[in-house]
């Protein structure tokens, strides 16, 4: 198969995670036959910076003629810290999802049995959760009318939704789940808003075609303590824009990072993989970013494509350098591996599974490994 996609690497440590996914791409394609061609475009505060566009013409134009888009991380504190700022990273990200039609955003949520202990909540609440979150990407409050009034004292965000938006990605949660364990929860705030009582409406008569999918609601409070409370209760979450945002962000804690947790957005013709994670710019160029979630992202690319097989790998690989404890030191913290080592580990272990026979973790580390 032969793939072209485009790479944003993004901004503070979108560069050094996106490296860690090509490498992954790069050893699927020689070891299985497939060819990935990358070309790299500006996005988000780096665009500002050289363009004055967080979205240049030229990155969307590669965007929308590429099979795939594989984007890092988005956001800088210069912008974060100025209320005042016309331009933001984020304007770019969201009109990139408007202009690629991203209405649904996929976000699987599945704790490693390696990583149990490293999550803030405790084994038996954790263990056997497996859910996936389907979040609306481009309705309610984020693209609504925003108003601000002279005197900078009074404010709206107008949060809107359409039947047809909520039907299609409903289709999808549906589908999803008659794959999965057969039960979809619809997160709302029905007793409050009138967009939740229209998602409530159209997803009761979207469930009559999925006779075989349970269907229950909760409102958006009572299902954030809920995913703190037993995760294991939830097969497949649909929610809207805003309460997918905050829920998928907070159920990473669930994981023990959120630098493991990947994300797709597909439209009816295209398709973005990313990490779920920001751009952490504190980190930035100190080799200590935690690339597993690029790296998975890159794992889903695959899927998307068929490539089930050698999303397989990549998922194995990344349950290897887990077990093996090659993490950074999020997962770690006294870990002597870096974000290069984890992604090398994960590349070599495409390459060649048979060199973790002889793997030492104490030698482990650039050019003295036989996986390295």
Request: with cysteine; proline share 4%.
């Amino acid at each position: 198969m032969n793939l072209k996609i485009a790479v944003l690497p993004g901004d503070g440590i979108g560069p050094e995670v996106i490296l860690q996914a090509k490498k992954a791409l790069y050893a699927i394609g020689e070891v299985y036959n497939h060819e990935f061609v990358f070309e790299e475009a500006l996005m988000g505060a780096v665009a500002i910076d050289k363009t004055g566009n967080p979205l240049p013409e030229q990155t969307l134009n590669l965007c929308l003629n590429t099979d795939a888009v594989l984007l890092g991380a988005i956001g800088d504190p210069k912008y974060d810290n100025n209320p005042n700022a016309k331009v933001r990273p984020e304007q770019g990200l969201l009109k990139l999802r408007k202009e690629l039609g991203l209405f649904a955003n996929i976000r699987p949520i599945k704790p490693y049995k390696a990583l149990i202990e490293s999550s803030p909540l405790k084994r038996e609440i954790i263990e056997g959760a497996d859910f996936t979150i389907f979040r609306e990407l481009t309705g309610g409050a984020y693209f609504g009318t925003k108003t601000l009034n002279e005197e900078g004292t009074h404010a709206s965000d107008l949060c809107e939704y359409s039947e047809e938006e909520i039907t299609r990605i409903a289709h999808l949660a549906f589908k999803s789940a008659q794959k999965r364990r057969k039960k979809l929860t619809m997160v709302d705030k029905a007793n409050v808003l009138e967009t939740s009582r229209l998602w409530r409406k159209v997803v009761q008569k979207v469930s009559e075609e999925y006779s075989d999918v349970k269907l229950d609601f909760l409102f958006v409070d009572n299902a954030a303590m809920q995913l703190i409370l037993n995760p294991k209760q939830f097969d497949v979450i649909l929610t809207e824009n805003l309460f997918g945002d905050i829920l998928s962000d907070e159920a990473s804690v669930i994981t023990g990072s959120i630098g493991l947790l990947p994300s797709v957005s597909l439209g009816e013709k295209n398709a973005l993989f990313e990490p779920i994670h920001g751009s952490y710019p504190q980190a930035k160029g100190k080799n200590i970013a935690n690339p597993i979630a690029s790296i998975l992202a890159a794992a889903l690319l695959l899927e998307h494509f068929g490539l089930t097989k050698e999303a397989h790998v990549i998922y194995k690989a990344v349950e290897k350098a887990i077990e093996y404890k090659v993490v950074t030191v999020d997962l770690k913290p006294d870990s002597k591996f870096g974000t290069n080592e984890v992604g090398e580990f994960v590349s070599n272990f495409i390459f060649s599974k048979d060199d973790l026979l002889y793997f030492n973790n104490d030698n482990v580390s650039i050019g003295q490994s036989t996986i390295v």
